[in-house]
């Protein structure tokens, strides 16, 4: 045997006995299920620890990790089921009582939940008590339990959130600023603090740290369509069209039938001139267009950019009826209408645009376009 076959049969050996020994050390599910779980991934969480209990169907440690994964991805029924299987092994998690009034709370079952933490003074209990209270539209009730659970012992980081959310939902971006600062001092680093950190700042007008928040969220969820869509509206507004890029096909690729990404595709494909593009993918999904006024404004358009006046005409005139006052589609529809000669019907439409508070250049544009016609 040639040293060259013996040095070969070596090195397969090599190989062998290495990937042999590689195949003896199995990354522990219940290792990584805790580590998705800090880092929060929880569907990765979850499947982690549904392979832990693979191995031991009584294992308490994934049972409970599981349930709190399935409660933060909005599983309230299954985590019901995982209580159950963990009640079956002479176990309980110590705030069982807080995560089952959740899961009720995510089935609707109010009046349940609320019985789960009767007799709790928690903060917790008190976030729960102030959802229950939304629910039902009780506004005064659900505030007034926010404020007994800033008042209360445990932790506090969950409540926050909820309260800042709640205020933000509202609107009243002062009520929801001094729980957003703390959850922020908890739990910087938390989806749900940078959401609600993300939301305050576009109340505020604040574009820049309302899209530095967003990309946090997609550093931690690069998936995550609530994310995905608010980075990509306000880095619209600063004008970063080179990062839109990647974040809309990002969620195109993810969320292949939804019809916010395919809005946003065609607008790419619009601001760069490609109105065949643009007209082509809106036209696939005509049937779904019918219900975002956006994307059927952006088809019009499309039609309009290649000629085809009538069928523009069709899809913006009944936008501007039921929305007089949107300056997007009065432009539109008033240069459908200049190009179909109808000048008088475009003054009409551009006319209240064009003398308003906000009015633009282009806008007065458009009315001596359609004055001069």
Avoid at 23 to 44: C, G, K, R, V, W
Avoid at 249 to 273: C, E, K
Avoid at 353 to 360: C, L, N, R, S
Wanted: negative net charge.
């Amino acid at each position: 045997m040639t040293a060259r076959s013996l040095s070969s049969l070596a090195l397969a050996g090599l190989v062998a006995s290495t990937l042999g020994a590689c195949s003896l050390i199995m990354p522990d599910p219940m290792e990584q299920a805790q580590e998705a779980f800090e880092a929060q991934n929880y569907h990765a969480a979850r499947d982690d620890a549904l392979r832990a209990l693979q191995q031991d169907e009584s294992d308490q440690e994934a049972l409970e990790l599981l349930a709190r994964a399935q409660l933060a991805m909005g599983l309230g029924a299954d985590v019901l089921v995982t209580l159950e299987r963990l009640a079956d092994t002479d176990a309980e998690a110590a705030d069982a009582s807080l995560i089952e009034a959740e899961a009720l709370l995510q089935m609707e079952e109010r009046e349940l939940a609320l019985e789960a933490i009767e007799g709790h003074d928690s903060a917790e209990s008190w976030r729960l008590r102030a959802l229950a209270a939304l629910q039902t539209g009780d506004v005064e009730t659900a505030e007034a339990a926010f404020t007994r659970g800033r008042e209360a012992e445990g932790d506090k980081r969950k409540l926050f959130t909820a309260e800042a959310s709640h205020y933000l939902d509202r609107g009243t971006a002062d009520a929801a600023r001094f729980a957003v600062g703390e959850a922020q001092r908890l739990s910087p680093t938390r989806i749900e603090t940078l959401f609600v950190s993300a939301r305050l700042a576009q109340l505020d007008e604040e574009p820049n740290l309302a899209a530095r928040a967003y990309l946090a969220i997609l550093e931690i969820a690069p998936n995550d369509r609530p994310a995905l869509l608010g980075a990509i509206a306000e880095l619209d507004k600063l004008g970063r069209i080179d990062l839109i890029r990647e974040l809309i096909q990002r969620g195109r690729t993810t969320y292949p039938q939804d019809i916010d990404f395919i809005f946003l595709t065609a607008s790419l494909y619009g601001h760069d001139g490609n109105w065949q593009a643009a007209r082509d993918l809106l036209q696939e999904h005509e049937g779904v267009i019918a219900s975002h006024e956006d994307a059927r404004a952006l088809y019009g358009q499309a039609l309009l950019e290649l000629g085809q006046f009538e069928l523009a005409h069709a899809q913006l005139a009944p936008l501007n009826r039921r929305y007089p006052g949107n300056p997007a589609y009065a432009r539109i529809l008033t240069r459908i209408l200049i190009e179909l000669g109808e000048n008088g019907e475009a003054q009409r439409v551009i006319r209240p645009i064009a003398i308003g508070p906000d009015a633009q250049d282009i806008d007065r544009e458009l009315l001596q376009l359609a004055l001069d016609a």
